[in-house]
């Protein structure tokens, strides 16, 4: 939102409400006249402002604060399940969709499998996936904030659009217009790594640094940069590219186009097929004997794997450890984050893969830009990609003017 319209009484009012409502949330149990104080605004605003959080279930009186003589004042609290929000999570195979409070806790999810999930079949699973989350009891329509929706792939978070993601074969589609139109609320799109990284920042332990690049680790590879707190997302939503930096020349033709792209190398489709292989060839595994429990290979799979010594998981972690430190190595050369975090059902939970990426990290990385790196797993838990839909509408709805849109 544009804020040349300062002299907008209208806007003037909102942007207060966001701004008192965001000191509340962050701060409580507040009386009126400590958010004045913060604030540096009139108690007369305040109490303006704040009536109509009450009266709009933002926010609650709860107890009574210290007074050195006469009344005591009344304290607020924010009130997390006044409203509530649509999450939606679209990665390259599939789909999750929750209901979430405005403290990030999930209220319900489900998971979506789907079959050819590519082109218009996408825009379809998502508009039937929002619907039955509409119709769940308990959550009132008129009660939804917003829907916000995140995806892999270039972004344009200004539009709406899904510029580019050739997995899923989409091109140039505002879904943010198609979802909005369909069910009359209002709708949030941003690039699935961004949004993880603001999340962290929002809800997760690392809300008191500056400079962040998160990395994500999944069926597909990706990264996003946050530096002097702003979201870097170059010219047309297309930073963070991570997953298509050539780290082989001669390296496997890549959907994008180009060889030898570190997705090719790293991301869970390239680790499953190297796995599959190798044991279609003989080479022995556990693996073999996890996968007649399970029905197919998985990341699960793959860190059992790991953690029991398996030979052939060890080798493939390495390899994907190296590979990935690689690709680091470019990122915090040009960066120079204070925080890497590494993410993603790849990596999650894997502590070898973890500790040996770190250990490469540090051995390859100029010492001056390292002695202070922190490489460390999401904080985020087991619904991180719903938690990060919240805090892409949050960076909106709370007019946090460190964030870029």
Sequence with gaps: MSLTRTGDVKLMQELNRSIILDTIRKEEPLSRSD???????????????????????????????????????????????????????ITNSDLS?????????????????????????????????????????????????????????IVDANSGEILYNAQLD?????????????FQIETWLDNDVNALMLAEKEFGDYKTFRNIVYVKLTDGVGAGAYLNNRIFRGHNGGAGEFGHISVDKSGMRCECGNNGCL?????????????????????????????????????????????????????????VGSYLTSGLVNIIHLYNPEVVILGGEVIDHNAFLLKYTKEQLYKKTMRVLSQDLKVVPSSLGEDYELIGCVAVLFQDFFRIGEFSR
Excluded at 294 to 315: A, M, N, Q, Y
């Design 35 to 89: 958010i004045a104080k913060r604030l540096s605004i009139s108690p007369t605003t305040v109490a303006t402002a704040v009536k109509e959080l009450i009266k709009n279930g933002f926010v609650i009186e709860g107890g009574e604060g210290h007074s050195s003589g006469g009344r005591k004042p009344i304290l607020l609290r924010f009130n997390p399940n006044g409203k509530h929000i649509i999450a939606v999570s």
């Design 97 to 153: 969709v929750g209901i979430m409070n405005l403290a990030a806790e999930t209220l319900y999810k489900k998971h979506y499998e789907a079959p050819r999930f590519f082109g218009q079949r996408v825009i379809e699973v998502v508009k039937d996936a929002i619907k039955e989350t509409l119709d769940q009891p308990g959550t009132p329509k008129e009660d939804c904030l917003g829907i916000a929706i995140i995806a892999p792939g």
């Design 170 to 182: 989409l091109h140039n589609v505002n879904i943010v217009s198609i979802v909005r139109e369909e």
């Design 263 to 319: 997705e090719s190398y790293i991301s869970w489709s390239a680790i499953a097929g190297r796995i599959e292989l190798a044991l279609q060839r003989g080479r022995k595994s556990i693996l073999r004997d996890l996968m007649n429990t399970e029905d197919k290979l998985s990341p699960v799979l793959f860190k059992k794997g790991v953690e029991e010594r398996d030979p052939l998981c060890i080798e493939v972690a390495e390899d």
